[in-house]
């Protein structure tokens, strides 16, 4: 059975350019309207996020309603743009907007993309077991090792899993140990694909195999979007009442 839940308010920091890029790329692709805050004023504004242009690491956005956002936006006022992604905030400080312009009579504003940006999301703090129809498994890739370490999951929550390993590792698994890849599949479909790291290891007393504990890296919006939803389908089935003839 799965373990209490419990539920939390998480933030996270996205740094670097093309992490950044890859947060208001989710954004363009959901087509959802962003929110733009201006601290001075407290008023909120709607526009739309576009396009990005990754060589002058900028995007472009609409016209703000009402108007006179768009105003106080070229004039430099300290502003916030949020956006909400099925269940996931998304914010970051206004940049600097770069130039304005039409295309077919619709204004646009190009803005300078920030440095940091980030993201909240109500996760779901408990581990769910898995069964053998969902038949999920993790594929390890390390440095270190020749070939990919493959591992049967056991019970996966939004942060990692318990896995056992289906042979003896070699060279043998060691606490803290980072895996670059960390590929997980739902029988032959790949789920997502994230970094992780060795955080606990046990013996299992079946064939001196490996049962560990991973922590998933590197985990962007979409990812716990994901895994959110694998865990609560999995608590889901366990919870289902069996039905007898």
């Not at 609409?62 to 998304?90: Q, Y």
Request: with cysteine; proline share 5%; aromatic share 8%.
């Amino acid at each position: 059975m799965a373990a209490a839940t419990s539920q939390s308010m998480d933030d996270f920091l996205v740094t670097g350019e093309r992490q950044i890029s890859r947060l208001c790329r989710r954004i363009i692709a959901s087509n959802k309207p962003i929110s733009v805050n201006f601290n001075e004023s407290k008023e909120f504004f709607n526009s739309l996020l576009f396009d990005l242009n990754p060589d002058r690491n900028s995007c472009y956005i609409d016209a703000l309603v009402p108007a006179h956002g768009t105003e106080l936006l070229k004039a430099g006022k300290s502003a916030s743009i949020h956006c909400n992604l099925d269940g996931i905030v998304t914010w970051f400080g206004a940049g600097a907007v770069i130039r304005q312009g039409s295309t077919d009579g619709q204004p646009w504003l190009e803005m300078a993309l920030p440095s940091r940006a980030w993201y909240r999301q109500r996760r779901n703090a408990f581990r769910a077991q898995t069964f053998s129809t969902m038949n999920l498994t993790v594929a390890l890739y390390s440095h270190h090792r020749a070939e990919p370490l493959m591992a049967r999951i056991q019970d996966l929550s939004v942060t990692g899993c318990r896995a056992i390993t289906g042979d003896q590792p070699e060279p043998p698994l060691e606490e803290l140990e980072d895996f670059y890849r960390c590929q997980l599949f739902e029988g032959e479909n790949p789920v997502i694909s994230c970094c992780a790291q060795v955080r606990h290891i046990h013996p299992t007393g079946e064939n001196n195999l490996s049962q560990l504990g991973l922590q998933f890296t590197d985990l962007t919006p979409q990812h716990d979007s994901v895994l959110s939803q694998l865990v609560m389908k999995l608590d889901a089935s366990v919870q289902q009442p069996l039905l007898t003839a």
